[in-house]
């Protein structure tokens, strides 16, 4: 079946620095969505790429693409204690869902 | 404007006790419906889905099983609990058709002791 892994599994970094996250799927994807878990909290949706090679960026968040739509990442710039939390990427094709292994981040002061 | 319900929040069940719970969409209709496991601090396992009222399919054999009386209503039960099926469980809807944004319930914590 269809396996989807981020890596790393956790980061610990300091307010300030950035983060990335990278996601791996074993097939070929219709899309890719990403989520933000906070902790003792449910999965919210951050945003969904479609395209080959695509970009999106919400404020300090940038999503990527692979170009072949088999891999992602979501970089995040100067982190905040806000942003602590576990990240999944969901890979998408025609018919299903699937979650990948998620990348906890923690962020101290 | 959509919203998901899932209750309770927290639960705690004895081994080989039955389970019931419900989670109920509003604002929509004929949504994809899903349950999903999570483990402490691990990732979220697809248990079942279903595309409409009575049709469920089941990714991983299971104690559970899943029912759809209603096209907003969707149930988790297990006739006996085991110590496995301990977790957090998470509803989730999306729009009827090709999977895309899933929207999840508030969890139900589940401790079967």
């Known amino acids: 079946g269809q396996q989807v892994m981020q890596i790393p599994q956790y980061q610990h970094v300091q307010e300030g620095e950035d983060f990335t996250t990278y996601c791996n799927s074993s097939?070929?994807?219709?899309?890719i969505q990403w989520y933000k878990q906070r902790p003792g909290g449910h999965p919210v949706f951050l945003i969904q790429?479609?395209?080959?090679?695509e970009v999106k960026k919400q404020k300090r968040l940038t999503f990527q693409f692979g170009e072949a739509k088999k891999n992602s990442s979501l970089h995040i710039t100067a982190t905040q204690t806000t942003d602590v939390g576990t990240y999944f990427c969901?890979?998408?094709?025609?018919?299903?869902?699937?979650f990948g292994t998620g990348t906890r981040l923690q962020v101290t002061l | 404007s959509q919203t998901i319900h899932q209750w309770p929040a927290t639960l705690v069940q004895p081994v080989g006790s039955p389970l019931s719970l419900e989670c109920t969409v509003e604002g929509t209709s004929n949504p994809n419906l899903y349950w999903y496991r999570q483990a402490a601090g691990r990732g979220l396992q697809l248990l079942f889905y279903s595309i409409g009222i009575g049709q469920i399919s089941s990714e991983v054999p299971q104690n559970l099983s899943a029912s759809r009386p209603q096209d907003r209503q969707f149930i988790l039960s297990s006739k006996k609990l085991l110590l496995s099926d301990s977790g957090f469980y998470l509803c989730a809807w999306g729009r009827n058709g090709t999977p895309g944004k899933l929207f999840f319930g508030s969890g139900t914590q589940l401790s079967v002791l």
């Open positions: 969901v890979a998408g094709t025609a018919s299903k869902l699937t």
């Open positions: 790429l479609v395209k080959s090679g």
């Open positions: 097939t070929t994807l219709s899309n």
